[in-house]
């Protein structure tokens, strides 16, 4: 059985809060290093993130999106036009392109 744990919903509201800002703040942060998979590639290609960052036009380990786009593998284009943006669909058809090619930080 899970235990009960009373907490004031204003102790709640705050920790949600606290929460999901640190989330996004997280998932800011690690937005251009996004399916780099070999560490020597991420060092030549982006670099130490101290911070936030643009994200790098080129990701050159990233051809497996633009193979998968290209053959339609697992009906990705299908199920794209409801997923994602115009940007990353635009940005999975050209090889060696960071799908969040284009965002600012």
Known sequence: TAATI?????????????????????DSLAMPAHWYYDPRILKREVGLITGYRDVPE?????????RHWRTNKHGIQDLAAHAITEAGKVNWAQPNRHYHAGLKA
């Open 58 to 66: 080129r990701h050159s380990g990233n051809s497996i999106m633009h």
């Open 6 to 26: 009373n907490i004031p919903l204003s102790d709640l509201r705050s920790r949600l809060i606290g929460s999901l800002t640190t989330l996004f703040a997280a």
